[in-house]
């Protein structure tokens, strides 16, 4: 079993940045990919961006250019840095984790954290 603790969250003016992080715990030996997602109200959740064990990185394109995803393998530790935050980037974000077993590969999910950007 694995668990994710998301922190990060908050409020900020438009233009500031936030930077979200997410730890895992439990049987992590295997994680692949890592990424964040978000969901805004009366959205379906969305892929925010993605990182896999290698580094290889996937973005969104709303947010390429004004968001870094950056992993720690040692800390089993997957970031999230927003710059030039718009009102419209106002969500729930949750993190997610890919961990392969010998039978496959199961996605676990963070309880998300709040991001509230205000004009």
């Known amino acids: 079993q694995v668990q994710l603790v998301e922190s990060g969250g908050g409020l900020v003016q438009a233009g500031g940045s936030l930077r979200l992080s997410c730890v895992a715990s439990?049987?992590?030996?295997?994680?692949?990919?890592m990424g964040w997602y978000r969901q805004a109200p009366g959205k379906q959740r969305e892929l925010v961006a993605t990182i896999r064990s290698g580094g290889e990185t996937n973005y969104a394109d709303s947010e390429k250019g004004r968001f870094t995803i950056s992993r720690d393998n040692a800390k089993n530790t997957v970031y999230l840095q927003m710059n030039s935050l718009k009102p419209e980037d106002t969500a729930v974000y949750y993190c997610?984790?890919?961990?392969?077993?010998?039978?496959?590969?199961?996605?676990?999910w963070g309880q998300g954290t709040q991001v509230t950007v205000s004009l």
């Open positions: 439990g049987t992590t030996f295997s994680i692949t990919t």
């Open positions: 997610n984790i890919q961990v392969y077993y010998v039978l496959g590969t199961r996605g676990f």
